[in-house]
């Protein structure tokens, strides 16, 4: 066992007395040593219910013949850091989270991890760390919440109170409607309950393989999802003894296959982050194109909020992730998984409940997927949008640049009125390097739609966009302006057309006009401290991942 190294022999007699006062016996060191890195804290909605998750880990891991440790690791709510400072070490406690697993796991000889996780970025990094140690390793995803309810009306967080905001400031709602939504809209503990990343997340876990069967859309308060962390406490004590390792799980084909179920259920656009990023450290490269390549042949099957009306309960009575996979059993690729069965045999034995939750391929929503990488002028090496978030009507947008060099100019100018129909809403400096931290922009987003002008109006950006925004909104344009990437020289009034069935994103100049441009742009530096300095300065592209290097 990998926790003989801090266990056997007579010269780990300091070691084993160190491990003794912990309170373990003597039988107990003789089994594997699994960790449960638990992301529990009370701050986070998807995460204040793990307590009770860790019990029933810790009495699985019992049970297979394991000695459970619990150790935590942060958890960053990005509703909660949305729209101020706070944003910008969202998508940094990637790699913190990443890291201080690998830094647990390895000092202490770890022969399994159990990964206890929820939300957005806390789920990618226990995946990466997965990667990179290549121990046995099994993911718990804590569960969506429930709808809200309020009036005999069906509530979620993002149409229910981001959106509200601009409701508000167009007349449209009083403040006595918006405390009864902020009071209504979340009812208890659980990830927020549309496709947004922490969800798709969960769902393409599943999908790769590196979750047990069910437990991607299993809901946070089900006595299900209490199961589902005992078996899975029990199932790793079994990969810890026949050895099987992430990256013999983490193949090239379920990466593609997490493309495929993404595209197919029309998730998060911040997949095209994560899924690169768990890639590399699963030691399989992928590039940015492949999304848009999936897309193409991918019909769209489930249609949740943002862009449409159905809810993750909804798609967990429907069959959840088994169902979406029997839909496209012809689209995935083999591949094992922690169950013990081939992705395949998974998708051929399951199946749907209800068809309008999870459509037929010839009922699909759409017959493209969910994520459309375009290309141009302001993006050489791409920008992303969710464009089965985005209506007909909206998917080519010609119109003069309003410009803003941080996010909250936008949202103040946004909510004064001062956006009009027809305008192209730029936001920059706000990339990977630039804010630094890469800021999601659900609050400009959804004070747009709120406003009424999702259908008229586009935003893009060198930052990105939570899973909860709707409209012509295309993020992760690259390079970023703190590159000197185009999107740092355009100018008040320029023309900017995104065309997302043509795959493009261009301003109107000339070649020689752009190139003189460039000449005169000049990195802008950060005013970072701390933390954010240090990842500024070692952070890379959009269009790879953000990954660290």
């Keep these: 066992m990998r926790s003989d190294r801090i266990k056997r022999g007579v010269e780990r007699t300091p070691n084993r007395a160190l491990l003794y006062a912990t309170g373990i016996t003597s039988r107990s060191m003789k089994k594997p040593f699994i960790g449960i890195a638990s992301a529990y804290t009370d701050i986070v ?289 083999p591949s094992p998984t922690v169950n013990g069965l081939n992705i395949k045999k998974i998708a051929e034995r399951s199946c749907v409940v209800d068809e309008d939750v999870i459509r037929p391929l010839e009922r699909a929503y759409h017959k493209q997927g969910g994520i459309a990488v375009l290309k141009g002028n302001l993006a050489p090496l791409g920008a992303v949008v969710k464009r089965t978030a985005v209506s007909d009507k909206a998917l080519k947008i010609t119109g003069p640049a309003k410009v803003f060099n941080v996010e909250e100019d936008a949202m103040r100018a946004i909510l004064a009125g001062k956006i009009k129909s027809g305008d192209v809403v730029v936001i920059r400096y706000e990339g990977p390097k630039g804010g630094p931290g890469m800021r999601e922009m659900l609050s400009p987003t959804a004070a747009i739609a709120g406003m009424g002008l999702s259908d008229s109006v586009a935003l893009i950006t060198d930052g990105r966009f939570s899973g909860g925004t709707r409209g012509p909104c295309v993020g992760h344009i690259s390079p970023e302006a703190a590159d000197c990437g185009p999107i740092a020289y355009i100018k008040e009034g320029d023309e900017i057309t995104v065309d997302i069935p043509g795959r493009k994103l261009n301003v109107k100049l000339s070649k020689k006009e752009l190139e003189a441009r460039m000449k005169s742009c000049k990195v802008k530096k950060t005013n970072a401290k701390g933390w954010l300095l240090r990842y500024s300065k070692l952070v890379q592209s959009a269009s790879k991942g953000a990954i660290l290097e």
């Design 45 to 333: 909605p998807g995460h204040v219910d793990m307590r009770q998750l860790e019990r029933f880990i810790e009495r699985g891991v019992e049970s297979g013949g394991g000695t459970p440790f619990i150790f935590g690791v942060p958890a960053i709510c990005d509703g909660i850091a949305m729209g101020h400072y706070g944003m910008r070490y969202s998508l940094p406690s990637r790699e913190l989270i990443a890291d201080e697993v690998e830094s647990m796991a390895g000092a202490h000889a770890l022969d399994g991890l159990v990964l206890l996780t929820n939300c957005d970025k806390i789920t990618p990094g226990m995946l990466m760390a997965a990667g990179r140690l290549n121990i046995p390793s099994i993911v718990v995803t804590a569960g969506p919440m429930l709808g809200g309810y309020s009036q005999n009306r069906r509530l979620s967080l993002v149409r229910d109170t981001f959106e509200a905001v601009g409701r508000y400031q167009a007349g449209k709602m009083n403040s006595e409607d918006v405390h009864c939504l902020e009071l209504e809209a979340c009812p208890g503990c659980g990830s927020c309950q549309g496709l947004y990343t922490a969800n798709t997340m969960a769902c393409l876990t599943e999908a790769m393989g590196m979750s047990l069967t069910g437990c991607g859309t299993s809901l946070a308060v089900s006595a299900k999802k209490k199961r589902i962390a005992y078996d899975s406490g029990v199932a790793v004590v079994d990969l810890v003894r026949k050895d099987l390792t992430p990256r013999r799980i983490l193949t090239k084909n379920a990466i593609y296959n997490a493309v495929v179920v993404d595209n197919a259920m029309g998730g998060s656009t911040n997949t095209t982050l994560h899924i690169p990023a768990i890639a590399h450290d699963a030691g399989v490269d992928i590039k940015l194109e492949l999304f848009d390549e999936v897309s193409n042949k991918t019909p769209h099957i489930t249609n949740l909020r943002p862009g449409g009306e159905h809810f993750m309960e909804d798609v967990e009575r429907a069959g959840g992730i088994p169902a979406v996979l029997n839909r496209l059993k012809d689209f995935i690729k």
